[in-house]
């Protein structure tokens, strides 16, 4: 009775699935379960096992060639402040991001922009005039009084140029070196090792609109 009782203990120990097959039944892993399953080898079982192996090692050679790939440049995370001991001067760059001046709108401007500028609709009415300032109100029913007119001519280029803001507007004081300019004047410009030079600042259009550019 000893002997066929530890033998039946044995052959349950056997026929119970080992850790290794447990987690491959568990594990979402695909294709693990069909390599280790209990039972003998089979042919089924061999070509999982090469796919699997296959793919994994596919996937490791491209991993590994990404990673060399990322590492095969150099890069610098460290960064220092220096402070300048002098400036070129003037590298200057002076922007209004107020686009158009009011005042200086036609109606001209208005029948061919009002919509663009947000102060038309697309039948070249008023929105919202309730919402409107009084006074800016008057002004714009006085240029939007499009009856019998006749529309000429509209250039962009010429409107930013003429509607935008000008550099004598905003700049009301300039000092280099104690000498004031002024700017309707030369703007000094300093080239290194060498005397003051006179450049004038030029108009150039971003998307912060119109600008002025010492150069």
């Known amino acids: 009775m000893d002997l066929?009782?530890?033998a039946s203990e044995g052959s349950m120990e056997s026929m119970e699935p080992s850790s290794i097959q447990i987690f491959a039944n568990t594990s979402?892993?695909?294709?693990?379960?069909?390599i280790f399953v209990y039972g003998p080898v089979t042919i089924r079982r061999l070509l999982w096992t090469v796919a699997f192996v296959g793919s994994l090692g596919l996937l490791l050679l491209e991993s590994s060639d990404r990673?060399?790939?990322?590492?095969?440049y150099q890069h610098v995370t460290k960064v220092d402040e220096v402070v300048a001991k002098s400036l070129v001067f003037p590298a200057v760059t002076i922007c209004n991001l107020n686009e158009f001046r009011f005042s200086?709108?036609?109606?001209?401007?208005?029948?061919?922009?009002?919509?663009?500028l947000a102060l038309l609709d697309v039948n070249?009415?008023?929105p919202n005039p309730h919402l409107a300032d009084p006074?800016?109100?008057?002004?714009l029913q006085e240029k939007t009084n499009f009856k019998k007119y006749d529309p000429k001519n509209f250039n962009m280029q010429e409107f930013f140029a003429r509607v935008g803001h000008d550099l004598k507007d905003m700049m009301l004081y300039c000092k280099f070196r104690g000498q004031e300019w002024g700017s309707d004047g030369p703007i000094p410009a300093v080239i290194p090792d060498?005397?003051?030079q006179m450049l004038g600042a030029s108009e150039i259009w971003t998307c912060l609109w119109k600008c002025f550019l010492s150069v």
Do not use: M
């Open 4 to 6: 066929k009782d530890s």
């Open 67 to 72: 990673v060399a790939f990322y590492f095969s």
């Open 28 to 34: 979402t892993l695909h294709g693990i379960r069909h």
């Open 194 to 196: 060498q005397r003051p």
């Open 124 to 126: 070249l009415q008023i």
């Open 135 to 139: 006074a800016v109100l008057a002004v």
């Open 104 to 116: 200086r709108l036609t109606t001209n401007d208005l029948y061919h922009a009002g919509e663009l």
